[in-house]
């Protein structure tokens, strides 16, 4: 949990972004690799997917972050990369799904933290929204569309998790970052050979 603090907003962008990853990264844990394909609702997602397509969220936030490209295609190309990003395919694991994803994201904090949120930037065309058009904003707005982002699919990853053994992911964050039982939690004990076990 990120908890209260006094600290300037940059470092308040970082660690918000970083708490919904780990709550993304936790719904794998205790899973094996055939729940973390599981989607047992009405959507296509799985945790895998969802942890797939988080460290795809990061890369395109990191070629933002690093090289102030803005422009997106909107193409075949790159909507089937998209499309792509939500499932782990039959070559892939979920266990190097993890790892990628972890080795994607101390870069997203280091970037994330060399940002300053004053900086004049552009927003890039939405046509899915209806914007049509490059629109000048601020990094702090897209930092916080970041957070907004992660959290969305932190949610998702919530339910999924819940779906398929009944833990909530919260637990697992507070497990994973070894806090002490007391009356409100008690630690989840994964099986061996699970997921981050």
Not at 101 to 114: E, I, K, Y
Not at 141 to 169: K, P, S, T
Request: proline share 6%; net charge negative; with cysteine.
């Amino acid at each position: 949990m990120y908890a209260p603090a006094q600290h300037d907003e940059v470092t308040g962008l970082v660690n918000y972004i970083d708490e919904q990853l780990s709550a993304i990264r936790a719904a794998a844990f205790g899973l094996t690799e055939e729940q973390a394909r599981e989607t047992p609702c009405r959507s296509a997602l799985s945790v895998g997917g969802i942890i797939k397509h988080a460290t795809y969220v990061m890369r395109g936030a990191l070629e933002r972050l690093r090289t102030e490209v803005t422009e997106q295609p909107v193409d075949a190309t790159a909507y089937a990369a998209f499309t792509d990003s939500f499932t782990v395919r039959d070559d892939e694991t979920v266990a190097g799904t993890i790892e990628d994803f972890d080795r994607v994201r101390a870069q997203l904090r280091a970037a994330v933290a060399a940002t300053d949120p004053a900086a004049a930037t552009t927003a890039p065309p939405a046509p899915w929204h209806g914007i049509f058009d490059a629109r000048p904003i601020h990094a702090r707005y897209y930092l916080v569309h970041l957070v907004e982002e992660c959290a969305r699919h932190a949610g998702h990853a919530d339910i999924i998790r819940e779906q398929i053994d009944g833990m909530a992911v919260p637990a697992l964050v507070l497990t994973l970052a070894g806090a002490s039982a007391n009356d409100f939690f008690q630690p989840y004990e994964p099986a061996p050979g699970t997921l981050l076990a």
